[in-house]
């Protein structure tokens, strides 16, 4: 029963209190139900994305050394660049 509870984020003695109020009074549980169902969505406010940095890459070739600052709002531009310089 506690691997049960544990499962699903419950504390195993207050299951094991549910089950023995149950078992000891069926109706007492029917009466503890919610009368109206539960909202299937919540709405919740999230905090706003973080302003995007810069991307700084070094690359060492042939005892070159290349820094390259590029904005992150175009990281996959970057990205396709980086692929092609390393092909």
Not at 11 to 18: D, G, I, S, T, V
Not at 48 to 54: C, S
Not at 74 to 85: G, I, K, T
């Amino acid at each position: 029963m506690a691997a049960v509870a544990l499962a699903n984020g419950l504390n195993a003695n207050m299951l094991r209190k549910w089950v023995q109020e149950s078992e000891g009074n069926p109706a007492a549980v029917l009466s503890s139900a919610p009368q109206q169902p539960a909202p299937s969505f919540i709405a919740l406010p999230l905090p706003a994305a973080p302003a995007a940095q810069d991307i700084r890459i070094e690359l060492q070739r042939a005892g070159t050394t290349i820094s390259v600052s590029w904005p992150g709002s175009a990281a996959a531009e970057c990205a396709a660049w980086l692929r092609e310089l390393l092909r």
